[in-house]
């Protein structure tokens, strides 16, 4: 199994209720039952309010390295990830367990 982690830090001056970054968040959340590869899906809001700490996450998992290939070059994943593009830089970790 591979685990898929991203972490969304909000451009400066970009805030949660922007209507773009709502419909993000949005999109984000559709993906877990849009896309067949994944074999858990979870996404949400950071609610620390440390200096380093970032605005949204996904926390994702697939069955090996072809199903991640598959999940990241998904249309519904890559329009997504278009919107994110506007607004926010991200980071990601992928590892196995």
Request: glycine fraction near 4%; hydrophobic fraction near 50%.
């Amino acid at each position: 199994m591979i685990r898929h982690l991203v972490l969304f830090k909000l451009n400066e001056g970009v805030a949660r209720d922007d209507e773009r970054v709502l419909a993000g968040a949005r999109a984000f959340a559709e993906l877990g039952k849009a896309i067949p590869e994944l074999t858990f899906w979870e996404c949400g809001w950071n609610i620390s309010d440390r200096p380093i700490a970032h605005d949204f996450a996904v926390n994702s998992a697939v069955a090996n390295a072809d199903d991640l290939k598959r999940y990241l070059e998904h249309p519904a994943h890559q329009a997504a990830a278009a919107q994110w593009r506007e607004f926010a830089t991200w980071v990601i970790a992928d590892y196995e367990f």
